[in-house]
């Protein structure tokens, strides 16, 4: 009978439906008009939006710096109302501790994929977690460079089909993917980090409250917040979206398993 | 009177960032400039301008420190020589993309490749010419003496906001190593956040409500959009050519043999100079302080007046393309140089000379 | 007026301090100056050796081949320095270790065993004022109470307590140098 009513309710005007006290869900105001480019069904989008409702959540705008990688989200300053940096490949984090270490009031973080932050800016992010700067480090891994076309990254899992493993990833030939959240965790400058995913309601949802947290934690002087979100890139996958985050789940988990890893004040 | 104080090139550098209001010094260590973090450290700035002073893990990461200070509106500078300013060249083109103020130190030694330690002017062509990818220029400083470089550090800053150009000062192993008295100039503070914003409006200070956010970036991907900004740059070099030219000359109203040299090189051909004349050889000297804008006309108009020109530097000869383009056939001119670390003495010039102009 | 030095001897021996400490004397004396170390590989444990020119007039070329003054402290330094000094100049020298003594007969020589002159005033550390003391006998070419400045300026304020320790060290070298050969 759900149905029935449902179609009775539709009767309303547009203009009614389209009341502030009749929405229960609405675009952040720190998201900007843009369209995004990135394809339908990949996790950019999502997080860009956690980001922008955290930023406006703790009131922020004013304070906050963000820093845009290589990659997909090279354009992520076309989205976020805030302050922006371009880095070159991989340099993210050298950015950000100069903007943190020179403006420490401000709430700062990179915003990477794993081209980025697992293989050309290996060094910028471990040296970054080794001092304890006081960033935020937002890590999409997708296991793919997206942008360039789906090539083999660094987290690509063993077997995996991509451009350059074009008969899926070989540890002979490739060697073995990076688990770089793990490998920081043993660092005594970083102070908190998750690893999560937004491919369900419920899954975004605690990767908000892991995001706010670790922009929480930057402005407490004990070390780098690094939030790994385990993301989808169905065009570089070859599969729908729905197909995707299946094939998340089942593979990219078992070697990226969703929770926090660390967390120095718990 | 101001003090004078013993000091290397290298620490006049530390020291002048300290006195002139620096927000942040970020680098790695490499031989022969280290001196200039050492100094830093041992001085501990923080504790009184509040500069920040930071070892990175690499050059590569110290300019990309650099591109993110100068984002935000501060002045930052680095500073390494020829094998690490060759990594520093990738986040200099980016620098230059976005526009961003900086200070960049190249201590020169002998390359290519890990080379030696010694000094040289090897980098001429990497720093002057460009040295990352696309069409840019650094603007370029070489000093000749610790004075110099103490006096440079503010100079410039002075033109890195000025234009939003990189700066870089163009050393050599001796000017860093070598102590000379320096005069220390009153101290300037550090810029306020108030006066940041007023500098730099374009800064990434936090977007408060009512501005636009501000977006540091050298990204365009339209050709057409990336053309024009191409064209604003060119406008932008052509007002510094114009405008910011700067040489010394020595005993050029009647010279008849006129010396080019830069940095020490032009210390070692004063007294080339010197020597020739108490000879009875009419021989001057043209320094250019400012490599990049190059002093073109100046050369051009010696060159009208001399027998010959001698371009005289510690490399296999990059300065003298650009002599020759000022003398542009007006005179003959001749090279000599010193490689790998060598330096050449003011005799084994004047023999060369010589051996040029026939004279022997 | 202008005067070029070597100073060469072992890392260790206070080479560099010593011509620091003698360009900050001519500081005092309102000169100018350049002191210019051998920074190659050879400072990492081997020899050490830096030109410092003291001159009323600006400096030109901080680079030279020929010197007024070497003050020597080794034998590969003697090898190498000996022919360098002008003809007339002055060759200060440490005996201790020298296995062949300066020949020249065209120069000014003068010895001074500064390890023997350290233990008088009780500390090895101010080994190098003593050799200064010596060449300064020889070449006043800055006074002694500018050296007392000079030293002021370049020893760290914590060792502030070393000058008359250092002064002493530079009398005791006034005292005691030998000249070898007067041209």
């Given amino acids: 009978m759900t149905g029935h009513k449902q179609m009775k309710d539709m009767s309303i005007s547009i203009e009614e439906i389209k009341k502030p006290e009749n929405r229960i869900y609405g675009k952040p105001s720190l998201l900007t008009d843009n369209v995004m480019h990135y394809c339908p069904g990949c996790s950019h989008g999502t997080v860009h939006k956690l980001v922008a409702e955290v930023i406006e959540e703790m009131g922020i705008q004013d304070k906050t710096v963000g820093i845009c990688p290589v990659g997909c989200s090279v354009f992520a300053y076309n989205y976020i109302d805030i302050d922006w940096q371009e880095a070159a490949h991989g340099r993210a984090p050298a950015l950000a501790t100069a903007t943190k270490r020179l403006c420490p009031d401000k709430y700062v973080f990179t915003y990477q994929g794993d081209g980025d932050l697992a293989s050309i800016g290996t060094a910028e992010i471990i040296h970054a977690c080794g001092r304890g700067e006081n ?15 789906g090539q083999m990254a660094p987290t690509t899992l063993i077997g995996m089909k991509t451009s350059t493993t074009p008969y899926g990833r070989d540890p002979k030939l490739n060697g073995f993917p990076l688990v770089i959240a793990d490998m920081i965790a043993h660092l005594d400058g970083t102070a908190y980090i998750t690893r999560q995913s937004v491919h369900t309601a419920p899954a975004a949802r605690k990767a908000k409250n892991a995001i706010r947290k670790a922009f ?18 169905n065009s570089g996958w070859k599969l729908t979206p729905v197909d995707a985050n299946k094939w998340m789940v089942e593979n990219m988990f078992k070697k990226y398993p969703i929770g926090d890893i660390k967390d120095i004040l718990k | 009177m101001a003090e004078k104080i013993l000091m290397k090139g290298n620490e006049a550098i530390a020291i002048s960032a300290i006195r002139n209001g620096v927000d942040g010094y970020f680098g790695y260590p490499i031989t022969p400039q280290s001196e200039v973090m050492e100094t830093l450290m041992k001085e501990k700035p923080w504790e009184t301008t509040g500069m920040v002073v930071l070892q990175a893990e690499s050059e590569t990461s110290s300019i990309n420190m650099i591109y993110g200070g100068a984002s935000c509106g501060k002045k930052v500078m680095t500073s390494s020589s020829s094998p690490g300013i060759s990594l520093m060249c990738e986040g200099i083109s980016y620098i230059a993309g976005a526009e961003l103020p900086c200070v960049v ?9 890990l080379g030696t330690i010694q000094p040289s002017q090897s980098d001429y062509n990497q720093i002057v010419k460009g040295g990352g990818h696309g069409d840019y220029h650094n603007i370029v400083l070489a000093p000749a003496s610790a004075q110099d470089m103490y006096d440079f550090v503010d100079w410039g800053f002075d033109l890195a906001f000025k234009y939003r150009t990189p700066v870089v000062i163009l050393a050599d192993g001796i000017i860093g190593q070598m102590m000379e008295k320096v005069e220390m100039h009153p101290m300037k503070p550090r810029r306020t956040d108030a006066e940041i914003l007023e500098a730099a409006p374009w800064a990434t200070t936090g977007k408060p409500a009512g501005r636009e956010r501000n977006i540091i970036t050298s990204l365009s991907l339209d050709a057409d959009i990336q053309e024009r900004f191409n064209r604003k740059l060119k406008g932008k070099y052509e007002i510094i050519e114009e405008n910011e030219v700067k040489f010394s000359e020595y005993m050029t109203e009647d010279a008849e ?8 090189s032009s ?3 004063e007294a080339v100079v010197d020597e020739l004349r ?19 006309k100046e050369i051009e108009r010696l060159s009208k007046q001399v027998k010959s020109m001698m371009s005289i530097e510690l490399n296999l000869g990059q300065m003298v393309h650009d002599v020759r383009l000022a003398v542009n056939g007006a005179c003959p001119v001749g090279f000599y140089g010193r490689q790998g670390g060598n330096i050449y003495t003011p005799e084994e010039i004047v023999s060369e000379f010589k051996k040029f102009n026939g004279l022997a | 007026m202008k005067e070029e030095i070597i100073i060469a001897g072992f890392g ?11 360009a900050y004397s001519a500081i005092m004396q309102d000169m100018e100056v350049t002191w210019m170390p051998s920074y190659g590989p050879e400072m990492r444990g081997g020899t050490a050796n830096v030109c410092v020119i ?9 680079i030279v081949t020929k010197y007024d003054t070497a003050i020597i402290l080794n034998q590969q330094s003697m090898d190498k320095f000996e022919k360098t000094v002008k003809p007339g100049g002055w060759l200060v020298y440490d005996p201790s270790g020298i296995t062949s003594h300066p020949t020249r007969t065209d120069i000014n020589i003068c010895r001074i065993n500064a390890i023997e002159g350290a233990a008088r005033v009780g500390n090895s550390k101010v080994y190098n004022m003593v050799v200064l003391g010596a060449f300064l006998k020889v070449n006043p070419i800055v006074s002694l109470e500018n050296v007392e400045k000079g030293l002021g300026k370049s020893i760290p304020a914590r060792y502030g307590s070393m000058i008359p320790l250092n002064k002493a060290a530079i009398v005791d070298g006034m005292e005691n140098v030998e000249i070898v050969n007067r041209v």
């Fill in chain 1, 135 to 149: 960033i935020v480090v937002i890590f999409i891994n997708n296991g793919i460079y997206g942008m360039t076309g």
């Fill in chain 3, 12 to 22: 260790g021996q206070g080479v560099l301090s010593m011509g620091k400490i003698l």
């Fill in chain 2, 257 to 264: 043999y006129v010396f080019v040299a830069f940095g020490c």
């Fill in chain 3, 54 to 62: 003291l001159s009323d007039r600006k400096i030109g070329s901080p």
């Fill in chain 1, 216 to 233: 929480e934690y930057s402005q407490k002087g004990i070390g780098l917040s690094f939030v790994e979100i385990v993301s989808t890139c």
């Fill in chain 2, 278 to 296: 108490a000879e009875g050889i009419k021989a001057g000297l043209l320094r250019p302080i400012t490599l990049y804008p190059f002093p073109f």
């Fill in chain 2, 267 to 269: 210390r070692i051909c």
């Fill in chain 2, 105 to 113: 130190v190249d201590v020169m030694r002998g390359g290519p490749g």
